[in-house]
């Protein structure tokens, strides 16, 4: 971070400190601790399925400049980058992104329910090409458990991400709200202009508007040395309404657009390196674009009918055209422009009721899915048609949980130069959890699932009627209560081991091109978060992977298994109005691999002020400094050194 950054940082800090402080102190501000037990983040005790959730306060504390920053903090996931929207990726519990692809289709992202991403585009990440400002709640469920009604092939987990509702803002009464966020980075000279207007003209009828522009140069690593050749530029929006109508407000219809872009010139094209390499320089535009038409019908007086139906369409379209004169095989590679068009449909209705000694809460549902590829020098066009048919239904007597879940998946795939192929599969799982009544409780897991041949491997017809296939088991604990150690405190904690094994892999090979055709995972994974009524909180998250290639006559290390990782963070909140923390996050030394990383400590201090009183009530302040020590370190699994030291200020304001 060079001087002129820190000086324009520690001057903005100093502004809005000063802006506020008048006001505090003519309203005898103090910061007298609170009754209120909460950390920054719930751990959810109360499921079998390994699942944690980023909500709205967490995103805007952690000031993520893309998806991947939101979602690394969760046990299991770790990051390809990630802190460029190009070039980044999502590997969870050893699959995802790689250094070679942005995705390896077992890894799912959806925004509203729409699936975005692409296929296997060589050297190019593009599965988070979104801006976090858009979202208010980010889902990420690990392993094959409690995917079966998002998807098939979902081996490494799945990211779900809510947009933004203007409700949020007006609190379902009528009325216009504007919000404006402005924020700054120092580390690349950062900037983010985010603004938010609500309209509920009715309580039934609502509108919201997002316009949010980013901006970052090129970042520094701790030894001050570049991080690429390139900045980005980021301009995203987002429109939403809703009407709710009918006799109790049973029925809704809401459409949403949104679209993210990006034109860069004469960068590397391989996103997942920091120089123009043997692939040379490209101009390369970016566009992704997601629809949502969702209906719903939930009558109060009905609990076998609350429906859902979604259409949904997500585009994502990259334009290539190199710079530096590449020629033969390679010209083909960085001119080649590509667009993934997707289309889904899905209808679910959950139905609540009992049968026998059991309640139920039964999901069942049916997708049809379109996806369009258009054919590309560097790979083949076509399309992905299939239908699903899923059901999932939480069995519940005393404190017993069972949930079997079911999905049956057909699929026709193909394209203009090569032939038509249909696969079918069916896939599933049962998990089971069992309540004590003292706040202890077990639960595991067994799944299986296939990943359906995609249009990529179109050019190669042994992969077209061969798909992945995939098990895993999962057993843990948990315990969550409150008045543990003393009176008001709350302490929850979550572990989980997990065993997954896949064979008939068409989607990686060795370095000397030998195909990997079978893997086994397997790892341990720990949420735990304490609290006390005078407003300290600690949480911790731990993660233990073990990962191995067994392909007969060529074992080795599975290349994908991340670090050992250990996250503390511990801080105090004063009500709503003040949260300063301390965040500690150490990787292991990781040698279980043919790119060894050494270990690594990183400390990151973030502070939020709320003042709630006087002309700047409604005003949020948030600080953060990350990479406190400006430690020059390369994460296991990452293609470029991570950014050094980096202060961020965000300022915030509803009118």
């Known amino acids: 971070m060079n001087a002129r950054s820190t000086t324009i940082c520690v001057l903005l800090c100093g502004t809005a400190l000063t802006l506020t402080l008048p006001a505090a102190a003519q309203d005898s ?4 601790p609170v009754f209120l037990a909460k950390s920054k983040r719930e ?12 909500d709205e306060e967490e995103i805007e504390d952690r000031q993520a400049a893309t998806i991947a920053e939101l979602v690394d ?43 975005v991403g692409s296929e296997e585009l060589y050297r190019i990440g593009t599965q988070l090409f979104t801006d976090p400002e858009l979202y208010k709640e980010v889902t990420v469920i690990r392993g094959m458990a409690g995917t079966f009604e998002y998807g098939s092939g979902i081996v490494g987990g799945l990211v779900r991400l809510d947009s933004k509702d203007a409700s949020d803002f007006t609190g379902g009464e009528p009325g216009v709200k504007l919000r404006q966020t402005l924020q700054y980075g120092s580390n690349g000279n950062a900037w983010v202009s985010s603004t938010i207007l609500a309209w509920q003209p009715t309580e039934r009828l609502e509108f919201l508007g997002n316009y949010t522009y980013r ?13 690429g050749t390139d900045g980005f530029d980021l301009p995203s929006w987002l429109v939403k309404g809703k009407y709710t109508f009918g006799a109790g407000d049973a029925q809704s219809v809401s459409l949403s657009f949104s679209d993210t872009s990006s034109d860069e010139k004469d960068v590397p094209y391989d996103t997942f390196g920091t120089s123009a390499g043997a692939f040379g320089n490209v101009d390369r535009k970016t566009r992704s674009r997601t ?45 080649a422009d590509h667009r993934y068009e997707t289309t889904k449909l899905t209808v679910k209705n959950r139905a609540q009721f009992d049968a026998g000694a059991f309640g139920h809460d039964l999901r069942t549902g049916v997708e049809l899915i379109r996806k369009e590829r258009r054919d590309a020098a560097s790979a083949p066009g076509g399309t992905d048609e299939r239908l699903a048919l899923f059901a999932v239904d939480d069995m519940t007597v005393g404190g017993l949980t069972l949930t079997p879940a079911l999905r049956y998946e057909t699929q026709r795939i193909g394209g203009a130069a090569y032939d038509d192929y249909e696969n079918d599969a069916l896939m599933g799982g049962i998990s089971a959890r069992y309540a004590f009544g003292n ?12 990943n359906l041949p995609i249009i990529d491997d179109l050019g190669t017809p042994a992969y077209m009627t061969q798909s992945e296939k995939a098990r895993s088991y999962e057993i843990g604990l948990s315990y969550d209560r409150t008045g543990v150690f003393r009176d008001g405190d709350d302490f929850a ?14 989607s990686y090979t060795t370095s000397t091109m030998i195909p990997i055709t079978d893997a086994r995972l397997k790892g341990l994974e720990l949420e735990a978060a304490y609290s006390l009524s ?13 990962g191995k290639n067994r392909t007969p006559g060529n074992k080795g290390d599975w290349e994908g298994t991340p670090a050992d990782q250990l996250r503390l963070t511990m801080g105090r909140k004063w009500d709503d109005r003040f949260d300063l923390s301390w965040e500690v996050v150490h990787d292991a030394r990781m040698d279980r691999a043919s790119n060894p990383t050494p270990s690594s400590t990183v400390h990151n201090l973030r502070a939020t002020w709320r003042p709630d009183r006087g002309m700047f009530e409604g005003t949020e302040i948030r600080v953060g400094l990350e990479n406190a020590f400006d430690l020059d370190y390369t994460p296991h699994l990452a293609t470029r050194p991570a950014p050094g030291r980096t202060v961020k200020l965000t300022l915030a304001r509803s009118f």
Do not use: C, M
């Not at 077990?442 to 799944?447: D, I, R, T």
């Open 29 to 32: 501000f103090t910061l007298d």
């Open 43 to 54: 751990v959810l005790t109360d499921t079998a399925t390994a699942e944690t959730v980023v």
């Open 493 to 506: 904690v979550k572990a989980n081991l997990y065993h997954t094994e896949i064979r008939d892999i068409t």
């Open 291 to 335: 629809a949502i038409l969702e209906y719903r019908l939930d009558p109060a007086d009905n609990p076998l009918l609350n429906l859902t139906a979604t259409l949904s369409y997500a585009d994502q379209e990259i334009d290539s055209e190199g710079v530096s004169g590449q020629t033969g095989g390679l010209a083909a590679l960085v001119n």
């Open 534 to 546: 005078d407003g300290y909180y600690a949480d911790v998250n731990a993660n233990v992977a073990r």
């Open 73 to 115: 903090s969760v046990p299991g996931v770790t990051l390809i980058n990630g802190t460029t929207p190009q070039g980044s990726g999502i590997n969870i519990r050893g699959f995802g992104a790689n250094s070679t692809y942005g995705s390896d289709q077992k890894v799912a992202i959806q925004v509203d329910g729409a699936n």
């Open 215 to 227: 901006s970052q140069d090129v970042q520094q690593d701790g030894s001050g040395d570049d991080i």
């Open 439 to 450: 706040g202890w409780a077990v639960f595991g897991s067994a799944a299986y699932t296939e």
